[in-house]
């Protein structure tokens, strides 16, 4: 397998090209889209890795798979998904218009802004960084990486940058779905700035192939908790592009526009891919096509 990352890695980072920096948060902009990375962990206690593996980068939206798993560990099924809906959409990650197709304004799923920025408000905690450190305690829990940290040049770029969130945040304020909105953004921002490698996220989908148990085999997550967002992973993971990903590769997997892709193979393994540019719905174009490769190569498709 080793010698096949290596190849596949090469072959694919040349997609690079066609893609896009997530540039918008100027921060994200000074990546080099040409970097490829992928790192696998298999439960059977096995790592491989090849590319720009050592290179950090941020969660984004792979942080909604751990706020979602933090909110219905705090309050149930029942309360988050009188908040949030379950349903994929044909939408882009960021788009607002359907908050007010859909009385009374709740989000079509925990893995687009909107319901990510409803998931996050209901994190337990008094405080702010009382509820960051429960998001970085549970990465750092399925990564089994206590060093993992935010990257505060990214926060600060986001922060200063995200006035679509901002006006979701006081939409969704207006029909009753979060509470403070300060507090929410700030949050979001700062738990979409953790920094991670691949290796990192390899372990955190290993901690999901095997149901909650981390690599060193311990249950951070409830065993019914990892199968729910697996689900959520395949049918809006991948934004308004999950159900071709699905078809062509057929992995849980969560994307976010740093260019990082958590995946996980359940009773297999757990990827970590990272691919700076950009398709136009936000996926790494490079990270795609290697996890897609990587699938046809090895029957990794669950279906």
Request: glycine share 10%.
């Given at each position: 397998?080793?010698?096949?990352?290596?190849?596949?890695?090469?072959?694919?980072?040349?997609?690079?090209?066609?893609?896009?920096?997530?540039?918008?948060?100027?921060?994200?902009?000074?990546?080099?889209?040409?970097?490829?990375?992928?790192?696998?962990?298999?439960?059977?206690?096995?790592?491989?890795?090849?590319?720009?593996?050592?290179?950090?980068?941020?969660?984004?939206?792979?942080?909604?798979?751990?706020?979602?798993?933090?909110?219905?560990?705090?309050?149930?099924?029942?309360?988050?998904?009188?908040?949030?809906?379950?349903?994929?959409?044909?939408?882009?990650?960021?788009?607002?218009?359907?908050?007010?197709?859909?009385?009374?304004?709740?989000?079509?799923?925990?893995?687009?802004?909107?319901?990510?920025?409803?998931?996050?408000?209901?994190?337990?905690?008094?405080?702010?960084?009382?509820?960051?450190?429960?998001?970085?305690?549970?990465?750092?829990?399925?990564?089994?990486?206590?060093?993992?940290?935010?990257?505060?040049?990214?926060?600060?770029?986001?922060?200063?940058?995200?006035?679509?969130?901002?006006?979701?945040?006081?939409?969704?304020?207006?029909?009753?779905?979060?509470?403070?909105?300060?507090?929410?953004?700030?949050?979001y921002f700062q738990q979409c700035s953790i920094a991670v490698n691949c290796r990192d996220l390899a372990r955190m989908g290993l901690c999901l192939a095997q149901y909650g148990?981390?690599?060193?085999?311990?249950?951070?997550?409830?065993?019914?908790?990892?199968?729910?967002?697996?689900?959520?992973?395949?049918?809006?993971?991948?934004?308004?592009?999950?159900?071709?990903?699905?078809?062509?590769?057929?992995?849980?997997?969560?994307?976010?526009?740093?260019?990082?892709?958590?995946?996980?193979?359940?009773?297999?393994?757990?990827?970590?891919?990272?691919?700076?540019?950009?398709?136009?719905?936000?996926?790494?174009?490079?990270?795609?096509?290697?996890?897609?490769?990587?699938?046809?190569?090895?029957?990794?498709?669950?279906?």
């Amino acid at each position: 397998m080793q010698t096949m990352l290596e190849e596949m890695v090469e072959k694919y980072r040349e997609v690079g090209h066609q893609g896009k920096l997530a540039d918008y948060i100027p921060e994200l902009a000074k990546q080099d889209p040409l970097s490829l990375g992928i790192a696998i962990r298999t439960v059977d206690g096995e790592e491989y890795s090849a590319g720009d593996c050592p290179l950090t980068f941020t969660l984004q939206s792979i942080s909604k798979v751990i706020t979602l798993i933090l909110a219905l560990m705090d309050h149930g099924e029942d309360v988050v998904f009188s908040r949030v809906g379950m349903e994929p959409t044909g939408d882009p990650f960021n788009a607002i218009y359907k908050l007010e197709m859909y009385s009374p304004g709740k989000p079509l799923n925990p893995m687009i802004n909107a319901g990510a920025l409803v998931v996050s408000s209901l994190i337990g905690g008094n405080t702010v960084d009382q509820r960051l450190q429960r998001v970085l305690a549970l990465v750092r829990d399925m990564a089994d990486n206590p060093k993992i940290e935010i990257n505060t040049a990214v926060y600060h770029s986001e922060r200063a940058t995200g006035h679509r969130n901002r006006a979701m945040a006081h939409f969704l304020k207006e029909f009753g779905m979060i509470d403070d909105v300060e507090s929410t953004l700030e949050l979001y921002f700062q738990q979409c700035s953790i920094a991670v490698n691949c290796r990192d996220l390899a372990r955190m989908g290993l901690c999901l192939a095997q149901y909650g148990v981390n690599q060193s085999g311990k249950q951070v997550i409830p065993q019914e908790l990892a199968r729910l967002v697996k689900t959520f992973m395949v049918t809006c993971g991948m934004y308004n592009a999950s159900g071709e990903f699905a078809i062509y590769a057929g992995i849980p997997a969560k994307s976010g526009v740093s260019g990082g892709i958590l995946a996980s193979v359940p009773d297999k393994m757990g990827i970590g891919v990272f691919g700076p540019a950009l398709d136009e719905k936000g996926n790494s174009i490079a990270g795609s096509a290697l996890l897609k490769g990587l699938s046809r190569s090895y029957n990794l498709s669950i279906f």
